[in-house]
């Protein structure tokens, strides 16, 4: 499986060169606990003591390793922005994890930011995206409806299908159906702040609308909730 994915990111990367992209959006993986492993592992607790050391293997031993050859490869071919999506079940799943394997890897890493994997986390995405700065390299403008009921209950770990909309702690949606007006302008308000002036790419995984639908409102949303003109100074009348 990971034979599959590698073959597939290398030529991701060598069709970017082609193209004369220079960025490409992926995952950070996710190891096991051992060599010997044959699923991932992702680590969510520091206790019992022994996810500590799972935790340690995987990013000392795979993950750093893996990823400065994967920015040596990309950068032989022109790819200067690897954007980790910030996904859980992955080792990089919010700001902290994102910045620390960018850390140690360099500024070829960086963020694929999208909200709806931080809502449901209880991450507030205007405090992340003022947190990661110009590590921000893509958007995903995708949002995450948060059943208040079911999370007072069972919280936000949910391993329940996507299809249980009805019982899960949280849904994806399109973005208005999630979160507000308000919410979405502070989150582009503070992409400004930033300095990120680049894609925001609709990602559709609303499984109560249709793909055309979602489309569609998500387009009509954002022209309410973008800036599309450049900053000014401050005027007076």
């Not at 490869?73 to 919010?94: D, Q, R, S, W």
């Not at 409806?145 to 770990?157: E, P």
């Not at 299908?161 to 979405?184: A, C, K, P």
């Not at 300095?195 to 979602?214: A, Q, R």
């Amino acid at each position: 499986m990971a034979a599959a994915f590698q073959n597939d990111f290398e030529n991701t990367v060598r069709l970017a060169e082609e193209l004369g992209l220079h960025r490409i959006v992926t995952f950070s993986g996710c190891p096991g606990d051992s060599p010997a492993s044959s699923w991932p592992n992702w680590v969510v607790c520091p206790w019992p003591e022994d996810y500590l050391k799972v935790l340690e293997y995987q990013w000392q031993e795979v993950l750093v390793p893996y990823w400065h050859k994967a920015a040596e490869f990309a950068g032989k071919h022109g790819v200067t922005k690897i954007a980790l999506e910030m996904h859980p079940g992955f080792c990089v799943y919010n700001p902290e994890s994102l910045l620390k394997l960018r850390s140690a890897v360099g500024d070829t890493i960086g963020a694929n930011f999208d909200p709806s994997h931080l809502f449901w986390q209880g991450i507030d995405p205007v405090a992340a995206i003022k947190k990661l700065g110009s590590a921000i390299y893509h958007f995903h403008a995708k949002d995450c409806r948060i059943d208040d009921q079911n999370t007072r209950v069972n919280g936000v770990l949910d391993t329940k299908h996507y299809s249980d909309e009805l019982n899960r702690s949280w849904i994806f949606r399109t973005v208005g159906y999630g979160h507000g007006y308000q919410i979405w302008k502070d989150i582009f308000s503070a992409l400004r702040l930033v300095g990120y002036d680049d894609v925001i790419s609709i990602e559709h995984e609303d499984s109560l609308m249709s793909g055309n639908e979602g489309l569609t409102k998500a387009i009509t949303f954002l022209k309410e909730v973008l800036l599309l003109e450049d900053k000014g100074g401050m005027w007076w009348a």
